[in-house]
């Protein structure tokens, strides 16, 4: 197992009641760090803290809405308050439509873009905002933003979530740049097919529908969420230390060809 000291650190992870936010949770708080778990279900974050709790780590829940700037800021200072100060930040919280509403881009609704938009992009640019001067009291740290595959190979019919992962991407290399001076490192992670309830019944409940999505990944399996945990966990270690601006591929090598839509 990949074993990362980050004692002493304060992790907070948006999005952290599902499936790839709470596995990111639970690997850095094995790993030592205090975790405030951020969810806009607080039961569901509540249920992330609990486990790591029970495991042994440190970690409290919180109401998070990362549309909400005065939300952020506020979470952000009750954080500080609770355990003395946030070091690493994962901007993980996301959403995109469901298969009856992927729809080609005149046809696609205006409401829709503008509910990922809010969530995917505008997120990560609030969530930060709010919470990077509290990074720089501490002396520097780690941000890691989740963006998608999609983000680098477009698939049709999904223009909102392919434009907000995209600009996720960018919008972290140019966070990259303007942290560097305040010891702040700015990196992506780029998940490919995962395998976890949701994508489960979406991709490979049906027998056909999993070997066609299969096909096109060179590894021929889905990952899993702690694929991605044990990434975000590089990423927020010293190990990393001279890695910003970089965007971390986790997808059994689907991006080497043509990723098709599904």
Not at 85 to 111: C, T, W, Y
Not at 119 to 129: A, E, N, R
Not at 194 to 214: N, P, Q, V
Not at 231 to 257: I, K, N, P, Q
Request: hydrophobic share 45%; aromatic share 8%; proline share 4%.
């Amino acid at each position: 197992m990949m074993r990362s000291d980050l004692s002493g650190k304060t992790v907070l992870v948006t999005g952290a009641g599902g499936a790839i936010g709470s596995s990111m949770a639970a690997v850095l708080g094995a790993n030592g760090a205090a975790v405030a778990v951020c969810d806009i279900v607080l039961a569901n974050a509540e249920k992330t803290a609990a486990a790591i709790r029970e495991a042994g780590g440190k970690a409290k829940a919180y109401y998070f809405d990362v549309t909400d700037p005065e939300c952020a800021a506020r979470v952000a200072d009750e954080i500080e308050n609770d355990f003395g100060g946030i070091d690493i930040l994962i901007n993980n919280a996301g959403v995109n439509v469901g298969p009856n509403d992927r729809k080609p881009l005149h046809e696609f609704s205006p409401e829709k873009w503008d509910w990922i938009i809010s969530i995917d992009l505008d997120g990560v640019f609030k969530v930060t905002k709010a919470v990077v001067p509290h990074i720089i009291k501490r002396g520097g740290g780690s941000v890691i933003n989740i963006s998608s595959v999609v983000g680098q190979v477009p698939f049709r019919n999904q223009c909102a979530f392919t434009a907000a992962k995209a600009g996720v991407i960018n919008l972290s290399k140019a966070m990259a740049l303007e942290f560097a001076p305040e010891n702040i490192r700015v990196n992506v992670i780029c998940p490919g097919s995962i395998m976890f309830e949701g994508t489960k019944a979406l991709f490979y409940a049906d027998k056909a529908k999993a070997e066609a999505m299969l096909s096109h990944i060179p590894q021929h399996r889905p990952g899993s969420p702690e694929d991605i945990a044990y990434a975000a966990l590089y990423l927020a270690s010293d190990e990393s230390s001279y890695m910003t601006g970089s965007v971390m591929t986790v997808d059994g090598g689907w991006t080497c060809g043509f990723a098709r839509d599904f």
